[in-house]
């Protein structure tokens, strides 16, 4: 301090704590001893001048001395060493204990900012999991530093913490089994699940996708209840997850999944698979033959003894010539005959009662057995050769071809007179199949798969005739139950096939010209040659950037493309089979360009200009008057050159012509400001008449 009369000396006053001292004849302020930032980090003082009678003639004036901290304390934690406990299966990432270190540098500054770390864990053994029946303690050291840990020079403090892996209890229970139909009272306690601390939270949740309403509840104390009897013929089995969530609905863990299948009881009735179950039977067949079975089901779960099923025969109606003509199996429901009484003049139809039973219920179901003739006829086919029948290969699956016909002389409708129609020759890959008409016994020959000329143009088929019933002993099938028919298959010219039902292609729109796009193959199915051309329609675009080659389907392209006049090109091609039919397909080339910079900046409108900033007065820029600059009130052509920032660079000159107004200074670069220009940005254009 600089001492000027009246003042003979200084004096010091204030908070000085014998460390802050000045000379009071030349007024130099100094420290005689250390400064510390966490005992006082500042000192108010006044300065006082004096006289040579010591009375005060100038101030007093304030002094603050501001402290400023150097980083010469370490951290330290609160603890000498930590003891936390964590449980087995604990969620990755949630917090289950912390530390806490201090530093008693100035906090506001990174002397003070810590940063912790695992330095090391024993035993060093990583394990994915943790289990506390393999490992339940380890030790973990953590280092604090100062500096927030980025500097090399920064203080650092380790401490031991010793961690014990406890047995989680969050863990899914034992799978619940619920009789169905329960007429327990509801809600009904079925099971519980328990987090490891008592303050959690529990949420219940579908498990599966798409999600459904799920009976069942879970309260705060983990009790899982069932909210209304359960049907397994409606759902046999739900799983679903339960959250334990802390006090901000936050999930402490993973979810844990609880299983509940409902268990089966009989509450289901047998059931009949037709109201009335009609069999035949030959006067004359063998005792213990099989008529046929008797089919019924069970709702219970299947494979149990709720869903078994057993079969008796209540009652046979007539009983003549007497009783018990029939018997059936008792697991299978299969109904034989168990006497060679059957006389069609007695009787010629039988009816049963069978009884179906589970272990809890009984249905009755009908069964009518009709007596027929002995099967002793034949099937005849009108024709041994029926010839041949032309069809196009075109024709579509399940058209009918040709008629066959075939007459037996048993029983009308009945199996004895019944006539199947088999191919048993010249088809091998089954491509047509046969229908019988049950009134005419007409067999409708139909196609069953795909003809192909070029595959298989002839068909030489044996057809033979049968009866669902067998034959009486000593008669059997001859040649005059087969015939024979031959199927030409004609030749229908069919258009190429793409080997593709479009092509995608990308390309640069600064490719070449001559550059090779793409290549269209197809085929024809009957070999012929196939020819290529490019077609396009009114709705295509009409500029011809690509050709094609005629006989080898390579595309080129053919002019400049350009993106921004079209981003996506589609032209049809037509392949076209060189049989002298000339069938055609068509398929589309789809070419999408991808930009290059190509085309040069230009103004999208030459009567207004924009300047930054836009609000009046905050613009550095200093207008000057054509009279200042001594330039006429006449019509100027001002060039004005632009670019972008395209690789490579494009850039286009544009010239501005009117009068000009005024000119600006402006900055090129802000780091530069001596740099200025001079640019003409006030015009009036002389054409129309407009200021831009």
Same mark, same amino acid.
């Given at each position: 301090?600089?001492?000027?009369?009246?003042?003979?000396?200084?004096?010091?006053?204030?908070?000085?704590?014998?460390?802050?001292?000045?000379?009071?004849?030349?007024?130099?302020?100094?420290?005689?001893?250390?400064?510390?930032?966490?005992?006082?980090?500042?000192?108010?003082?006044?300065?006082?001048?004096?006289?040579?009678?010591?009375?005060?003639?100038?101030?007093?004036?304030?002094?603050?001395?501001?402290?400023?901290?150097? =980083?010469?304390?370490?951290?330290?934690?609160?603890?000498?060493?930590?003891?936390?406990?964590?449980?087995?299966?604990?969620?990755?990432?949630?917090?289950?204990?912390?530390?806490?270190?201090? @530093?008693?540098?100035?906090?506001?500054?990174?002397?003070?900012?810590?940063?912790?770390?695992?330095?090391?864990?024993?035993?060093?053994?990583?394990?994915?999991?943790?289990?506390?029946?393999?490992?339940?303690?380890?030790?973990?050291?953590?280092?604090?530093?100062?500096?927030?840990?980025?500097?090399?020079?920064?203080?650092?403090?380790?401490?031991?913490?010793?961690?014990?892996?406890?047995?989680?209890?969050?863990?899914?229970?034992?799978?619940? &089994?619920?009789?169905?139909?329960?007429?327990?009272?509801?809600?009904?306690?079925?099971?519980?699940?328990?987090?490891?601390?008592?303050?959690?939270?529990?949420?219940?949740?579908?498990?599966?996708?798409?999600?459904?309403?799920?009976?069942?509840?879970?309260?705060?104390?983990?009790?899982?209840?069932?909210?209304?009897?359960?049907?397994?013929?409606?759902?046999?089995?739900?799983?679903?997850?339960?959250?334990?969530?802390?006090?901000?609905?936050?999930? &402490?863990?993973?979810? $844990?999944?609880?299983?509940?299948?409902?268990? @089966?009881?009989?509450?289901?009735?047998?059931?009949?698979?037709?109201?009335?179950?009609?069999?035949?039977?030959?006067?004359?067949?063998?005792?213990?033959?099989?008529?046929?079975?008797?089919?019924?089901?069970?709702?219970?779960?299947?494979?149990?003894?709720?869903?078994?099923?057993?079969?008796?025969?209540?009652?046979?109606?007539?009983?003549?010539?007497?009783?018990?003509?029939?018997?059936?199996?008792?697991?299978?429901?299969? $109904?034989?005959?168990?006497?060679?009484?059957?006389?069609?003049?007695?009787?010629?139809?039988?009816?049963?009662?069978?009884?179906?039973?589970?272990?809890?219920?009984?249905?009755?179901?009908?069964?009518?057995?009709?007596?027929?003739?002995?099967?002793?006829?034949?099937?005849?086919?009108?024709?041994?050769?029926?010839?041949?029948?032309?069809?196009?290969?075109?024709?579509?699956?399940?058209?009918?071809?040709?008629?066959?016909?075939?007459?037996?002389?048993?029983?009308?409708?009945?199996?004895?007179?019944?006539?199947?129609?088999?191919?048993?020759?010249?088809?091998?890959?089954?491509?047509?199949?046969?229908?019988?008409?049950?009134?005419?016994?007409?067999?409708?020959?139909?196609?069953?798969?795909?003809?192909?000329?070029?595959?298989?143009?002839?068909?030489? %088929?044996?057809?033979?005739?049968? =009866?669902?019933?067998? %034959?009486? @002993?000593?008669?059997?099938?001859?040649?005059?139950?087969?015939?024979? &028919?031959?199927?030409?298959?004609?030749?229908?010219?069919?258009?190429?096939?793409?080997?593709?039902? =479009?092509?995608? $292609?990308?390309?640069?729109?600064?490719?070449?010209?001559?550059?090779?796009?793409?290549?269209?193959?197809?085929?024809?199915?009957?070999?012929?040659?196939?020819?290529?051309?490019?077609?396009?329609?009114?709705?295509?675009?009409?500029?011809?950037?690509?050709?094609?080659?005629?006989?080898?389907?390579?595309?080129?392209?053919?002019?400049?493309?350009?993106?921004?006049?079209?981003?996506?090109?589609?032209?049809?091609?037509?392949?076209?089979?060189?049989?002298?039919?000339?069938?055609?397909?068509?398929?589309?080339?789809?070419?999408?360009?991808?930009?290059?910079?190509?085309?040069?900046?230009?103004?999208?409108?030459?009567?207004?200009?924009?300047?930054?900033? &836009?609000?009046?007065?905050?613009?550095?820029?200093?207008?000057?008057?054509?009279?200042?600059?001594?330039?006429?009130?006449?019509?100027?052509?001002?060039? %004005?050159?632009?670019?972008?920032?395209?690789?490579?660079?494009?850039?286009?000159?544009?010239?501005?012509?009117?009068?000009?107004?005024?000119?600006?200074?402006?900055?090129?670069?802000?780091?530069?400001?001596?740099?200025?220009?001079?640019?003409?940005?006030?015009?009036?254009?002389?054409?129309?008449?407009?200021?831009?």
């Amino acid at each position: 301090f600089t001492l000027k009369p009246p003042t003979y000396s200084v004096h010091l006053i204030g908070e000085t704590d014998h460390l802050i001292e000045i000379t009071p004849k030349d007024g130099i302020l100094f420290v005689n001893g250390l400064l510390d930032w966490e005992n006082k980090s500042q000192y108010r003082l006044q300065l006082e001048g004096l006289d040579q009678y010591d009375k005060r003639v100038q101030g007093p004036y304030s002094i603050i001395i501001n402290v400023v901290d150097i =980083n010469d304390n370490v951290p330290e934690f609160n603890e000498s060493a930590y003891f936390g406990e964590v449980r087995q299966h604990s969620r990755p990432g949630k917090p289950f204990m912390y530390v806490t270190a201090f @530093d008693l540098d100035d906090p506001s500054t990174l002397h003070s900012k810590l940063s912790y770390s695992i330095l090391q864990q024993f035993p060093s053994t990583r394990t994915k999991y943790l289990d506390p029946t393999v490992r339940n303690r380890f030790v973990l050291v953590v280092t604090a530093k100062d500096m927030a840990g980025q500097s090399i020079n920064c203080f650092a403090t380790n401490v031991d913490v010793k961690i014990t892996v406890l047995e989680n209890l969050w863990k899914a229970p034992p799978e619940v &089994l619920l009789l169905e139909n329960s007429t327990m009272p509801h809600p009904m306690n079925i099971t519980h699940v328990q987090w490891n601390d008592p303050y959690a939270t529990y949420e219940i949740q579908p498990k599966e996708k798409p999600s459904i309403e799920l009976p069942f509840t879970v309260d705060q104390n983990g009790t899982v209840y069932v909210t209304k009897p359960l049907d397994r013929e409606e759902k046999d089995h739900y799983a679903f997850y339960i959250f334990a969530n802390d006090e901000e609905g936050d999930s &402490l863990a993973y979810p $844990v999944i609880v299983s509940v299948h409902v268990v @089966d009881i009989n509450d289901n009735p047998p059931v009949c698979d037709k109201v009335l179950t009609k069999f035949e039977v030959q006067e004359n067949e063998d005792v213990g033959n099989l008529i046929g079975t008797v089919l019924a089901s069970d709702n219970d779960k299947k494979g149990s003894l709720n869903s078994r099923l057993q079969f008796s025969l209540l009652n046979q109606n007539p009983k003549i010539p007497q009783d018990n003509l029939f018997r059936i199996e008792l697991g299978t429901g299969s $109904v034989h005959l168990f006497k060679s009484e059957l006389n069609r003049q007695v009787a010629k139809t039988y009816s049963l009662e069978v009884n179906v039973t589970d272990s809890v219920f009984s249905t009755i179901c009908d069964v009518q057995i009709q007596v027929i003739d002995i099967n002793d006829k034949i099937p005849i086919f009108e024709k041994s050769d029926y010839g041949p029948v032309i069809v196009a290969e075109d024709q579509n699956k399940g058209s009918l071809i040709f008629n066959i016909q075939a007459t037996d002389d048993d029983e009308p409708f009945t199996g004895s007179s019944q006539i199947i129609y088999t191919i048993t020759k010249g088809d091998p890959n089954n491509s047509f199949t046969i229908l019988t008409d049950p009134e005419t016994n007409i067999g409708s020959i139909i196609i069953n798969k795909d003809l192909d000329f070029e595959t298989n143009s002839v068909y030489n %088929l044996t057809i033979n005739a049968t =009866n669902p019933e067998p %034959l009486v @002993d000593g008669i059997k099938y001859n040649s005059s139950s087969s015939t024979f &028919l031959r199927v030409l298959v004609t030749n229908v010219e069919e258009p190429p096939v793409f080997l593709h039902p =479009n092509y995608i $292609v990308t390309l640069y729109e600064n490719a070449t010209i001559g550059t090779h796009v793409t290549t269209i193959k197809a085929f024809d199915p009957e070999g012929y040659p196939v020819r290529y051309l490019l077609k396009k329609t009114h709705k295509k675009p009409t500029e011809n950037w690509l050709e094609i080659d005629p006989v080898n389907g390579h595309i080129y392209t053919a002019a400049p493309l350009d993106f921004e006049l079209h981003k996506t090109y589609i032209v049809d091609i037509v392949a076209t089979e060189q049989s002298g039919a000339f069938k055609s397909s068509v398929t589309q080339l789809i070419l999408h360009l991808l930009d290059v910079n190509d085309s040069p900046p230009h103004l999208v409108r030459k009567d207004v200009f924009f300047c930054h900033p &836009l609000e009046r007065g905050k613009s550095k820029h200093a207008y000057i008057t054509p009279r200042n600059l001594k330039l006429e009130e006449k019509v100027y052509e001002v060039p %004005l050159k632009i670019s972008d920032n395209g690789r490579p660079p494009m850039e286009a000159v544009v010239n501005l012509k009117g009068i000009i107004l005024g000119l600006v200074f402006f900055h090129l670069d802000r780091k530069k400001k001596n740099e200025q220009n001079i640019t003409p940005i006030a015009i009036r254009s002389s054409e129309l008449d407009t200021l831009t």
